[in-house]
């Protein structure tokens, strides 16, 4: 507990990382209060009944996949009909597209090897794609809530303004775009001036403010049974503590390739064998290479099996798809998950260049030939590390579903016990720690994390 006193103490007598701390935290605060400023055509005060009625219909089961996702990326922005509903995920998805594009399309490929100026460009080409997502985001999102909400005739308080006119939809939809692009600019600001990682603490922040929210529910539920309450409550919070332990765990786990470098005199032969070590090193292929993109990819595949109901509402498999806590969604769920971890590695880890970089910068695996067999080898071991690395990621994404109903009661905090919701915050806390020990190491000071663990994984 000293210890972690005067890691505090000296992050404070760091001017620079204090004021970066700071700025951060200010961020934070306007992006927090901005979720709360509703739709000048929406009565904020009718929303939070409109919620509750739509729950109470069952909508909190059917509405707690991708939707339930954005709502928590948003910090509940998106469920509130906020000015910033559509929040940073335009730009995330944005994103994806650009990297995936990237792989087909070889102007974006010289753009990844042009160092700064082509990440500036690409930057840029995210930026314009952020607002073209958001152009069709904005009246997916305007239509659900108008079409969710007009049948009941007993909340039509909730609009200002005639929700099918002109007036309702355009300011709207520009509303709704500038959210967005401000939300893009906030988390670019935190990247610059602040700690960094900006998009990822915008929507790690958005996910934590829902669990003080979901606790407190969870207590209201347990406690209403009588004296076991508190005891079921002591219980959900260490198993939940241990799921965050394994999510550390599934985010740092790494296998080492190790890789001798030689110089070109030596691999000539021009001195004594026995000399021929050269400088040892590691490649740290990660067993859990794709991150949470499956879970999303997988996410977003899943309303398909949904959709398939409105052709048999009368079958109850089918119906099964439409609830986030079923055993047929959960199945398909996990499958579609594990395609995706060995899709996503496949198409990002690129073992042929990396073999490439090693021959020419005379790196080798020993015992291995280099060029064609070491990719082969890396290629290997990689597809060998994902197997587990991906059933433990499809495990870790159902377990809300596991856990909800045997001793967690309600949805909100089954959900962060597993999931993307949980894998985001793990890592972005690991990557901020990371940025704040490479301060104080820095500056001759000792880290938060300063283990045999983190001196191997680098975080």
Not at 347 to 364: E, S, Y
Request: glycine letters at 8%.
């Amino acid at each position: 507990m000293k210890e972690f006193i005067q890691t505090l103490k000296n992050i404070w007598s760091l001017k620079e990382l204090r004021d970066k701390i700071l700025f951060t935290l200010g961020i934070i605060l306007v992006y927090r209060f901005a979720s709360y400023i509703s739709l000048p055509a929406i009565n904020l005060a009718e929303v939070g009944d409109l919620l509750e009625h739509y729950k109470n219909q069952g909508g909190n089961k059917q509405g707690a996949g991708l939707l339930g996702l954005l709502s928590s990326f948003t910090g509940g922005a998106f469920s509130h009909a906020s000015v910033m509903a559509l929040g940073i995920m335009p730009y995330i998805s944005a994103s994806i597209i650009v990297q995936l594009m990237g792989m087909a399309i070889p102007y974006l490929q010289k753009l990844q090897k042009d160092g700064e100026s082509g990440r500036n460009t690409l930057n840029q080409i995210t930026r314009w794609l952020t607002i073209g997502v958001c152009l069709v985001q904005a009246p997916s999102y305007l239509t659900s809530i108008t079409q969710l909400f007009l049948p009941y005739a007993q909340f039509q308080s909730a609009y200002y303004v005639e929700p099918n006119s002109i007036m309702f939809w355009l300011p709207s939809i520009v509303i709704l775009v500038a959210g967005s692009v401000f939300a893009m600019w906030l988390g670019e600001k935190i990247t610059d001036k602040g700690i960094g990682n900006g998009i990822s603490i915008l929507i790690m922040v958005g996910i934590l403010s829902r669990l003080p929210e979901a606790f407190v529910q969870e207590m209201a539920v347990q406690n209403g049974k009588g004296g076991m309450g508190s005891i079921m409550i002591l219980i959900e919070v260490l198993f939940w503590m241990l799921v965050v332990l394994l999510a550390v765990i599934l985010s740092v786990a790494v296998r080492k390739i190790p890789i001798q470098y030689v110089s070109r005199a030596q691999a000539r032969g021009g001195v004594n064998r026995n000399l021929m070590q050269g400088a040892r090193q590691w490649i740290p292929l990660k067993v859990n290479a794709a991150g949470v993109m499956p879970i999303i990819f997988a996410q977003a595949l899943m309303f398909v099996p949904g959709l398939l109901t409105k052709f048999d509402e009368s079958n109850t498999f089918l119906a099964g798809f439409k609830n986030v806590f079923s055993w047929q969604y959960n199945v398909l769920f996990a499958l579609l998950i594990i395609i995706f971890s060995f899709f996503y590695t496949a198409i990002t880890i690129p073992v042929n260049q990396m073999a490439d970089d090693l021959k020419r910068n005379g790196g080798l695996v020993p015992k291995v030939r280099p060029g064609k067999e070491t990719a082969d080898y890396l290629d290997d071991i990689l597809s060998k590390i994902t197997l587990p690395g991906a059933i433990f990621l499809s495990i870790f994404a159902i377990l809300p579903a596991i856990v909800h109903g045997t001793f967690v009661q309600t949805d909100a905090f089954a959900l962060f016990f597993g999931g993307t919701s949980l894998l985001i915050m793990v890592g972005v806390i690991l990557d901020t720690v990371q940025q704040i020990n490479t301060y104080l190491l820095n500056h001759h000071y000792d880290g938060l994390m300063q283990s045999k663990l983190s001196r191997t994984t680098g975080y």
